[in-house]
């Protein structure tokens, strides 16, 4: 995965926000992160080391984060959201300063903020656990925090999507189509899951009451 070993990087990420409220939220998107990656049983230290490197790049100035990125088309694609511009940005430093080869981690990174049509597991658990880690005071954080506990982790994850597009409305500024996009990818397999679950339970007991017809 890295060459650098994880206690490595837990000690660049401590040292680099140390007394700063910012490493509560990344060692909560961390902890977070890993505790759904062992839930729904896929590489833990993954989704650790991508939770506690998701935002490194964070405080810098945009020209500086613009320079890191060095690529155009990226830079255009989010010239009008300028606060996207961390999670690629960190994503590269990931690869170049912290050795992380494998693409799952750094585009988990990469698109931490909205995520992006269809998601990798480890990007949707990353997308989750930043929006709703235990550091997080806002309502909706809370809210979609409460539902994750309550096991509906893809209500959970629509839910995200749609409140971060809900904090970019509320701010003036205008979300990215792709958000949108995203959200009615999520929304569709929600209800394709919920129906699935109700047709499979009416097709259960349909069973069962045939068998207990069969038996009377
Ligand atoms: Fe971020
Ligand atoms: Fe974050």
Redesign the pocket.
């Known amino acids: 995965m890295t060459q650098l070993s994880v206690k490595k990087i837990e000690e660049a990420v401590y040292k680099k926000y140390q007394n700063s409220k910012r490493l509560n939220?990344i060692l909560g998107?961390a902890r977070l992160a890993k505790e759904l990656a062992t839930k729904f049983n896929i590489d833990s230290e993954k989704a650790y080391v991508a939770g506690l490197l998701?935002?490194y790049i964070k405080y810098e100035p945009v020209s500086q984060m613009l320079e890191i990125i060095n690529d155009q088309e990226i830079i255009d694609k989010f010239k009008n959201a300028p606060q996207i511009y961390h999670a690629y940005a960190s994503s590269v430093v990931a690869k170049n300063e912290f050795m992380i080869e494998d693409e799952e981690i750094l585009n988990a990174i990469k698109y931490h903020v909205y995520g992006r049509l269809n998601m990798t597991l480890l990007e949707k658990i990353l997308v989750v656990s930043?929006f709703s880690e235990d550091s997080r005071e806002y309502a909706r954080c809370k809210e979609v925090r409460k539902i994750l506990d309550n096991g509906d982790f893809h209500l959970a994850l629509r839910l995200s999507i749609e409140y971060t597009i809900e904090a970019v409305l509320a701010k003036g500024d205008q979300p990215m189509d792709e958000q949108y996009k995203i959200l009615e990818q999520l929304r569709n397999k929600y209800w394709l899951m919920r129906k699935n679950i109700i047709t499979n339970y009416r097709r259960f007991y349909g069973t069962i009451r045939t068998y207990k017809r069969c038996f009377r």
């Open positions: 939220h998107v998701h935002d930043d």
